[in-house]
């Protein structure tokens, strides 16, 4: 095998390859990339055990030839190392071509490095094949999707469909659901794309997959029993689903509230996060303090102390009321909804409560108070 | 106690006194600054083993008023929760109170905050005075002395005099020397300042504090047997010397050499950077081979391949000659000397070599090579 090829889209395939590359393994073959010269260009393949990517930069791109002086072949290459080389050369262009089966040489001209490699035959076998139910959206939509639900799946151990967003298409809307238990983030697309779809996409492998499409880009999911694979550009990755009903029905939103807040996004995420410096090696809890005089934000802690924070610019309809809540929770559902001003509909002090934008209402974050002294 | 201050002020205050407060102990003294308002302004004072570092803040500052309202005291607040509050504040001014001794109240009109306290009296007594000889000079030139010999101090574990810089005044010339046994780094600045002075001073802690005076500061450095004093602007650094002589002598730079380089020192940085790739969880060795014809430098390891990388620009004078050393050694030396260009000077394949920025003999780096097979 051999190629000589453009250096920086190079650094940039085995970079996207690379995500899919374990950064620490017992199996060698695990921390490599495969690299295969055929006639439609190099493809750079790293896989893990939840997911696989593949991309293929062509022998031109917009008409220029980016890819030459090739001859056929495969090899496994150290990925991280390899990405650190060729990060570094310092040339547009940079020669790779192996050597008895066991070196790969590099050069530049000025550079020559010799990287001990193995035969791409020892790679397994990945099936990258379209199957199942297939649907198409905009990259920056799917991205869109993600930002506003990943946060709210378990980050940690426990039950694996909590650990996913669930995507579900009824033909006229696409919906994403993402739940510890103890908060819920729901997003809702108007799109006739994935009718009948219903799948358990793990969320850190959602929100590694949208960082990888030009904005630009369409995105091809297609789902089958227990993969979904994503088209865009010249890459594909397929990831493992997790299987089983997904535990949250639609309509677990609360429709009818006695209380409603409207604040602006900053102030109350600013004083959240000069409040969330006394909650050391704790839990961050926070009393949102409400009545139509004022409202208060306030925090205490045997450890550190105690503050209170008042918010100057609200609305506010209903009697007083207190509700307390990890903050955490509250503040990245404020930065995921994204508007200038955020909206709070409560039930009661331990009911449910609903934050959303009032400027859009395709987003929904739903959470669970907790209870104080 | 009570003080209502400048917030950008405080911060700077209490990010200066907050250098020496260490990150965890289990005495909450020892993690606490202490506040102290005098007629003199707002002292902040923090203090570990090995440093100690009291900063004021005047009542003006060019004749505006920074700080006011104050009735006299002192208290231990917890450093790093006070700084990350104070840090936080919005508005350009905050109010301090201590009440009933025990709570510190922190107030902006928005944010309230009551964080636990301690007396002021709990705090250990710190020695700030200058005694013994004394000399002052420019705290760019310190910093300059310190930027280009602290690296070659012994950074872990091992002879506690060899973590040092040891500093020597005769009258004409400030000498800072540093090693670790395998690398020496040498500063010579011409003054007539710090005549009969030779202290050693931990590294990490020198480069700790050049980094606190304005550029436009001078430092004055009072030395007597177990501590020296720094002093500049309004803040006082004591920290502790460690006894005995120095084990280095001023002559120990070879002044006889038989082979010359000179390169471009962005060329064999980069080149030493990328040769660094290769070395994964090992020293970091190269091979530099010179001769008229040519330069290159190598590595190779067993683990991942090897490398070359061909030195463009050079100037080489003597036989051909092979040496190898510890990459990162040449790496820091040529990088604190600097220079556009950089000089060698060989006397053979295993005697220590000498490497100088050749437009600056003020700084010189002594480095033993390494054996390779």
Known sequence: ???????????????????????????????????????????????????????????????????????????????????????????????????????????????????????????????????????????????????????????????????????KGDGEHLVATATDSARLSKKVIETDAGANISCNVPAKVLAEIVKLPDPRDSVEISVDADRAVFVFGNTVVACRLIPGDYPVSANIIPTAFSYFLEVNSHEILSAIERLSVLSVGVAPVVKLSMSEKGVEVSSGYSQTGSGVERINTFQYEGERLDIAFNSTFVYEAIRALGGEDVSFSFIGEMKPFVIRNPNDESAVELITPMRTR
């Open 1 to 167: 095998m051999r190629f000589t090829i453009n250096t920086e889209l190079f650094v940039k395939g085995l970079s996207i390859a690379g995500r899919a590359v374990a950064a620490k393994s017992a199996n060698p073959i695990l921390l490599s990339v495969k690299l295969e010269v055929s006639g439609k260009g190099l493809s750079i393949t790293g896989t893990n055990s939840e997911i696989s990517i593949s991309t293929t930069i062509p022998n031109t791109v917009d008409g220029r030839e980016v890819l030459r002086n090739t001859s056929l072949g495969t090899a496994l290459i150290q990925a991280r190392l390899l990405t650190d080389v060729i990060r570094r050369i310092d040339s547009a262009e940079v020669t790779v071509e192996i050597i008895d089966g066991t070196i790969a040489k590099i050069d530049d001209g000025k550079s020559s490095f010799k990287l001990f490699c193995m035969g791409g035959d020892e790679y397994p076998d990945i099936d990258f094949a379209l199957e199942g139910r297939s649907f198409t959206i905009p990259a920056t939509v799917l991205s869109e999707i993600v930002d506003q639900t990943a946060f709210a799946a378990l980050s940690k151990d426990g039950k694996p469909i909590l650990t996913t967003i669930n995507l």
